[in-house]
């Protein structure tokens, strides 16, 4: 005689999951089974999250340090053009600065600067434009030349 159960699985075994599903047929009989679906599934959605946070904040963090050297390049490009400024305040000084205008360069290295002296009695204009890693800074210097040399305005412009 035969059993009635000999030639056929139980629904529980583990080929069970391999076989082709039946229509309305669950997939995930054993509750074990969901768990680690569900595991799976919040696992990849907390992994998305966290790698979306880092990149966030790689993202900020490489954003803040291109202002940070904007900045520094920017009072780079002012530092010049103050010097350039005190270079033409030291011409007037020690009077090697004899016409109503006078343009000249500078080149340090790949940053320029451009000075004009611009005058009339003794009311005098010193404009200094300097250019440092592609930032522009200008500075405008009111002197007063009657005498002695003595400062009446140093201010930058826009």
């Given at each position: 005689?035969?059993?009635?159960?000999?030639?056929?699985?139980?629904?529980?075994?583990?080929?069970?999951?391999?076989?082709?599903?039946?229509?309305?047929?669950?997939?995930?009989?054993?509750?074990?089974?969901?768990?680690?679906?569900?595991?799976?599934?919040?696992?990849?959605?907390?992994?998305?999250?966290?790698?979306?946070?880092?990149?966030?904040?790689?993202?900020?963090?490489?954003?803040?340090?291109?202002?940070?050297?904007?900045?520094?390049?920017?009072?780079?490009?002012?530092?010049?053009?103050?010097?350039?400024?005190?270079?033409?305040?030291?011409?007037?000084?020690?009077?090697?600065?004899?016409?109503?205008?006078?343009?000249?360069?500078?080149?340090?290295?790949?940053?320029?600067?451009?000075?004009?002296v611009e005058g009339a009695g003794d009311d005098w204009t010193i404009t200094a434009t300097a250019t440092?890693?592609?930032?522009?800074?200008?500075?405008?210097?009111?002197?007063?030349?009657?005498?002695?040399?003595?400062?009446?305005?140093?201010?930058?412009?826009?």
């Open positions: 005689m035969r059993k009635a159960n000999s030639g056929q699985q139980t629904a529980n075994s583990r080929d069970d999951y391999f076989r082709p599903r039946l229509a309305g047929e669950k997939r995930w009989s054993s509750p074990k089974g969901r768990r680690a679906y569900i595991a799976l599934v919040g696992f990849l959605i907390v992994s998305a999250v966290v790698l979306l946070i880092g990149i966030t904040l790689a993202m900020l963090g490489v954003s803040e340090a291109q202002m940070g050297l904007s900045e520094k390049r920017g009072r780079y490009a002012l530092a010049l053009a103050e010097g350039c400024a005190e270079d033409a305040l030291l011409s007037a000084y020690y009077g090697d600065i004899l016409v109503d205008q006078l343009v000249f360069d500078r080149d340090y290295l790949e940053d320029s600067c451009t000075v004009t440092a890693s592609g930032h522009t800074k200008r500075v405008e210097v009111t002197i007063d030349r009657g005498g002695e040399i003595s400062i009446i305005s140093w201010k930058e412009i826009e």
